[in-house]
């Protein structure tokens, strides 16, 4: 019903016929007269199809339980995002659009943007791959498990073993969640993998829209080191949050961390050097500048800054927190 507001028709899926019945009861109890509503599994009702958007939150949980169609699957381990993630640039249309929430495993010291990497590598796609939550296999398996049993039941404790035992048997480690936004796209494509933070909020279509221009905006104007060093950035609204300990009779400042204030803050760390360039970016002068002033005023050799400082921006470039200013124009 979201997706009828901003496109001609819309094709809603699932294998229930329940869940399609009460889908097409509420788009009639409000006047929606552009959802056609198809019983199937996966993507056989669309199958020779293909689509502008596509947007899906399959029953990824892994779990050795078949009990729950919105949660369960008969794919062992990860093995249902793999192959519907994987399949999914094969329904959309040159330029469109694909919204998945997955669960994957991981290894708990591996990069956890490797599983969908490797699922979408070489599909002719852009990926932005969102980090939600990455989780123990038992502070996993207790969140899924306790809106079904009462923790202090005897059932809770008996179903909490049973996934335990399908972890150590699956060897799985440690567990990912998250959302993986696919673009079709000929040429060459990038991947990016971000941690979302917990305090997701509202509606984030614009900002992903502004995260997939940014992305485009590297790849094709800030290849090297002098792309960006010649870059001129202005700073976005956000929030720094400062943790200090009180020793030697004053504070002591202990870790910082920025937050974008947008429904995706994307919180990443930050040293005192890098607040300092920061307030610096305003969309006059070019990163170069800026760094040979930061430089200057803390008396630190500006061509060893200079690698360092631009790992750390790129970063912020690509999340968003400072914008070349040719994408500047109506960003907070």
């Not at 400062?242 to 919180?267: A, C, G, I, K, N």
């Not at 890098?274 to 930061?294: F, N, Y």
């Not at 200013?325 to 960003?331: D, M, Y």
Request: hydrophobic fraction near 40%; aromatic fraction near 8%.
């Amino acid at each position: 019903l979201l997706a009828a507001r901003h496109a001609s028709h819309v094709v809603a899926t699932d294998i229930s016929p329940r869940a399609l019945n009460v889908t097409a009861f509420n788009a009639l109890l409000n006047g929606v007269a552009n959802v056609e509503c198809r019983q199937g599994n996966f993507y056989e009702p669309v199958d020779g199809e293909t689509f502008d958007c596509i947007t899906t939150n399959p029953p990824f949980v892994i779990s050795p339980d078949r009990r729950y169609i919105y949660r369960d699957s008969s794919r062992p381990g990860d093995a249902l995002c793999a192959e519907l993630l994987g399949q999914l640039p094969d329904y959309l249309r040159e330029g469109g659009i694909g919204h998945m929430l997955g669960n994957w495993a991981c290894q708990p010291d591996g990069d956890w943007a490797d599983p969908p990497r490797s699922w979408l590598d070489k599909r002719g796609c852009d990926v932005l791959a969102l980090l939600h939550e990455f989780d123990d296999p038992l502070t996993y398996a207790a969140r899924w498990l306790r809106g079904e049993w009462h923790a202090h039941s005897q059932g809770y404790g008996s179903a909490l073993d049973r996934w335990l035992g399908y972890y150590r048997a699956c060897a799985i480690n440690a567990i990912a969640s998250g959302g993986v936004v696919v673009r079709k796209r000929r040429g060459v494509n990038w991947f990016q993998g971000f941690s979302v933070g917990a305090e997701m909020h509202g509606y984030c279509g614009d900002q992903l829209n502004r995260l997939l221009s940014i992305q485009d905006y590297c790849t094709n104007h800030l290849r090297t080191a002098e792309d960006l060093l010649d870059c001129r950035l202005k700073l976005r609204e956000h929030r720094l949050e400062q943790v200090s300990y009180f020793e030697r009779d004053r504070h002591q400042v202990h870790s910082s961390l920025l937050r974008l204030q947008e429904p995706m803050p994307l919180p990443i760390g930050i040293d005192r050097f890098g607040i300092q360039l920061l307030s610096k970016c305003d969309g006059r002068h070019t990163l170069r500048d800026v760094l040979g002033d930061v430089a200057a005023r803390y008396d630190v050799d500006l061509d060893a800054m200079i690698p360092l400082a631009l790992a750390s921006i790129r970063n912020l470039v690509a999340r968003g927190f400072l914008l070349p200013v040719e994408l500047s124009a109506g960003a907070r």
